[in-house]
Every structure is written in structure tokens, then in C-alpha cells.
């Protein structure tokens, strides 16, 4: 009888036990056990080591020169949602860090990732750029106009709202206005790659090239 | 019966390096999953209860090594391998257009997040999904002859044993 019905057995066996690893890695996401492991082959890889102490000291080099930041908190990410363009990803600090829902997640160069969505005690999840639902309040960086940053498109994402008569050109930097109650004014998001000017719209569109490639960071600064 | 495991190790290896190198080196926008390929492949030739047991095995590799939330991809695999115990696909013509149709759900599963709905808008979901599925059949076509060619070699050895 089993063995007639082997194939439903199997599937639903690894499906549960999928289901299993799955509650495990993301409810619990970054487990105290997990993080001793995690320090403890880290130690044994030098190398590795050497490297991420680098990294750490590039972040606080650049957060001196950061001031719209009150507290900063550093990060490592933990999981990364889709691999390429992710618009959500984990890290590994929570609650118990001082982290809040809202706060700022910048990149080790203080290049805007996006913004802590939810927080559980050891660890956050972070909408990023990226996320079709990320609308962020911008400023062009030589022109100060005001537009707003739309995600959802990749590999650029769209500046909507420019007055067309604006002198924007390829290559002005955006950053954040300020005028957000999530983001402060000043951080770096990308850089201007293409004008779209069209005689029926009263905007300009405006593809933007964010500084943050998501997929290869490791470590990320949560600020407020 | 050890023959076939042999063979089946040996895919393994090759399908999982292959999908490590992608993973780790390519800088493209999208990277084919060439266990998705290959799970179709080992499923439409009958090897049912292995392609479920190599759904979640490759399901883990594969989140491990993208950074992706362990098991996710476990399961979408498990639902495709699970769909196509119940098809039969033989020609090679056919074969690629279940691997363009089955990337396509696989993409979408993927970027679904419940209760949000997709995470991208849907021109870039529909632009990159066709991207990956065409990617995916490419890939597809290479893997599929270069397994047919290894049954064949196979085959022969068997016969140059029996000999």
C-alpha cells in the first residue's frame, strides 16, 4: 500500500521537512547557537577574518564622516531575497541590538540599501531600493530638485516627478531630501544614467544607477 | 541498479559545480538553475523517486549557496519535480519547451511573497522571467544532449564489458 503511493511519501516527507527548515532559518533566523558556530569557523579562517576587519574598519572610517546619523549599528547579512536585485534582505542584529522598525540601512560606502521593515530579536528584515513598494523622497544633486525614487525596476530605478524644464543632466548624483520620515537628508542613492523627455507629460523620467550593489554586501550600517 | 547511481553521481557533480560557478561568477542579471534543468531532465526519464529525493537535496545546495532562506527552494523544486511525475516529455523539442514553461513558474514562485504578492512590478517580472526561461532552455539544450551523449558512452562501455 505504501509503496504504491511511494512518490506522495517522499514529497510530502521533504516538503515537511522543508517547511521545517525553512520556520527554523526564518522565524528563528539568527539563532545564539548559529552565531557561535558562525564566530567560531570564522576564527578558524584567517583569511576570512582578515578581511571582514577591513571591511569593519572602511565602514568606521566613512561613519566619521556621516552626521545626519545619530546611532549607527552594524550588520552582517544573513539571507538575501531574490539573489540578483534582492528586494528584501536579513540581518543578523534585532531588538536586542537597538534596532527599530524604519531605520536606515546604508551599505559599508554609506550608499542608501533601503529600511528595517520588521525587527525580531536577533535579527531584521530590510526592504530595500529595489522593492516595488519602496518610494523614496530624492534630491538631484547639482539642480536640488525634489522627485520621487520608485522601486520595482531593474536594473534601474526611476526618478518620477522632475519638472521637465530642469536642467538635470547624466551623471548628477542622487540623495535622499530628508523630507521622508524614514530616511535623512543627504545619502548617496545612485547616479543619473538616462533622460527620458516626453512632449505629452509634464515630468521628466529619469533612470537612476544605484551606488549599492545589493547582491555582494556582507556587512550593512542600520542607522537612524 | 550501481550503474545508474554512478551516472547519477556523476550529473550531480557536474550539474552542482556548474550552478556554483554560475552562482559565484557570472555577472548577469539573472543565472540559469541548472538543477531546475536537470530535475526536469532526470523526472521526464523516470527516475521519479530519485528527482523528488534530488529536489530537496539540490533545493539546500542551492539556497546555501545564494544566501537564500534554507529550504525555499527545496520546496519550489519539490512542486515542479511533484507536477512533472505526471508528464512524459521524450523529444528534445518538447523538453525545452517544458524547461522554458516550468523557469517561467519557477521565477515567478520565487519573487511570490505571501501576503505582499510579487516583489517586482510586472513588466520587469515578465521581462526578466522570459530572460531566465529563455537562459534556462539554452542551458537545457546543452545539458540534455550532453546526457543523452553520456547514456550512449555508457551503453558502449557496457557492451565493450560484456565483450
Known amino acids: 500500500m505504501l509503496w504504491r503511493f511511494r512518490r506522495e511519501v517522499i514529497f510530502i516527507v521533504c516538503i515537511a521537512i522543508s517547511v521545517v527548515i525553512v520556520r527554523h532559518h526564518y522565524v528563528r533566523k539568527v539563532d545564539g547557537i548559529e552565531n557561535i558556530r558562525k564566530e567560531e569557523s570564522q576564527i578558524i579562517n584567517y583569511e576570512e577574518l582578515i578581511a571582514e576587519n577591513i571591511r569593519l574598519k572602511e565602514i568606521l572610517d566613512i561613519k566619521k564622516d556621516i552626521s545626519s546619523l545619530k546611532k549607527t549599528v552594524i550588520g552582517q547579512v544573513v539571507s538575501i531575497k531574490p539573489y540578483v536585485f534582492p528586494v528584501e534582505i536579513v540581518i543578523n542584529k534585532g531588538r536586542e541590538d537597538g534596532i527599530k522598525e524604519n531605520m536606515t540601512v546604508l551599505s559599508k560606502d554609506m550608499f542608501l540599501i533601503g529600511r528595517v521593515v520588521s525587527v525580531d530579536r536577533d535579527s531584521a528584515s530590510v526592504m530595500t531600493i529595489f522593492n516595488k ?42 540623495l535622499t531630501s530628508g523630507y521622508s520620515d524614514f530616511y535623512p537628508k543627504g545619502i548617496k542613492v545612485g547616479e543619473i544614467t538616462k533622460i527620458e523627455r516626453s512632449s505629452d507629460t509634464l515630468f521628466l523620467k529619469i533612470y537612476v544607477k544605484p551606488f549599492s550593489c545589493i547582491s555582494d554586501i556582507e556587512e550593512v550600517v542600520i542607522g537612524e | 541498479m550501481n550503474r545508474k547511481f554512478i551516472l547519477l553521481g556523476e550529473q550531480f557533480l557536474v550539474i552542482t559545480g556548474l550552478q556554483i560557478v554560475a552562482l559565484n561568477y557570472l555577472k548577469s542579471a539573472v543565472v540559469p538553475s541548472f538543477f531546475l534543468i536537470w530535475l526536469l531532465i532526470l523526472v521526464w526519464e523516470e527516475n521519479i523517486e530519485i528527482s523528488l529525493f534530488m529536489a530537496f537535496l539540490t533545493g539546500i545546495i542551492y539556497d546555501v549557496s545564494s544566501k537564500g532562506i ?39 514562485m520565487t519573487l511570490f511573497k505571501y501576503p505582499e504578492g510579487f516583489l517586482w512590478n510586472t513588466r520587469t517580472i515578465i521581462r526578466y522571467s522570459l530572460l531566465f526561461a529563455f537562459y534556462n532552455s539554452v542551458a537545457g539544450f546543452f545539458i540534455d544532449t550532453g546526457m543523452r551523449r553520456l547514456r550512449s558512452k555508457w551503453k558502449m562501455r557496457r557492451q565493450y564489458l560484456l565483450i
Open chain 2, 70 to 108: 534554507y529550504g525555499i527552494t527545496s520546496i519550489i523544486f519539490l512542486i515542479i519535480v511533484y507536477i512533472n511525475c505526471f508528464l512524459k516529455v521524450q523529444d528534445s523539442t518538447g523538453r525545452i519547451a517544458g524547461i522554458f514553461i516550468f523557469s517561467i513558474m519557477y521565477f515567478l
Open chain 1, 133 to 174: 513598494k519602496s518610494k523614496i523622497s530624492v534630491v538631484i544633486g547639482s539642480t536640488r530638485d525634489i522627485g520621487i525614487l520608485e522601486g520595482g525596476n531593474i536594473p534601474f530605478l526611476f526618478v518620477r516627478y522632475i519638472p521637465y524644464d530642469s536642467y538635470v543632466q547624466i551623471g548628477d548624483n542622487v
